[in-house]
């Protein structure tokens, strides 16, 4: 576990540079151990990421013309299906656990999937590297719950997060969140709604209930619906910049 647990406490605010939890799971496959080798150097982002703005341009071989991320892709079902059902979309996607990352490599290489770059690292130092809005959707699917009060302040979803996000994220663009903890979806909504940057258009209980069609099952929340709990996936958009806000 990275960081100081000390140095987390609820009074203190998120460092955003600090990953808690697992890198390595179970030993991965000769088979992932091989595209860790070959295909992750080709599709990677520099860890540590440094400073400078990202060159988009560089990292994709060309300007994107639509751009969207997705922080922490688990398995990378979802980054997977979205990356090929869109093709003229280019994808950043973080994720920090080792066996997710083999994971979706091994989705991409059977799809041969071009427009995903990866970083292997906790996401949330990314946003302050790319353009101010120049995100078309963002995705956090799942989160770490965190249940423990003492350690809500490691939850990805804080008012600093939501900030950076506010910055790259288009004008309308769409921050897509799931989660299946009924402590969290409080917390989500409690944090996005008091953001003056993001709105929440649903309008009846399917819109949050009901998953929409472009919005692929994942594992997780496939186990989470054996386990008899109820995801909710929740939109909500970006503000217009400068646009009066009205609660």
Known sequence: MAGDPAEDGPDRPPRLKTTYGRRLGRPLKPSQRRLQAELLPRLSLPVPLGTEPLDLARLFGRTPDRLWIELGFGGGEHLAWQAAAHPDVSFIAAEFFMNGIASLLGHLERQGTRNVRILPDDGRPLLGLLPEAGVERAFILFPDPW??????????????????????????????????????????????????????????????????????????EEKAVRAGRKPCFLTFRRRARGAPVSR
């Open 147 to 220: 249940p423990k009060r003492r350690h809500w302040r490691r939850r990805i979803v804080q008012p600093e997060t939501l900030d950076a996000l506010a910055r790259i994220l288009a004008d309308g663009a769409e921050l897509r969140i799931a989660t299946d903890d009924p402590g969290y979806l409080e917390w989500i909504l409690r944090h996005v709604l008091a953001s003056e940057h993001f709105a929440w258009p649903a309008r009846a209980p399917r819109d949050w209930s009901d998953r929409p069609g472009d919005w692929p099952a994942t594992r997780y």
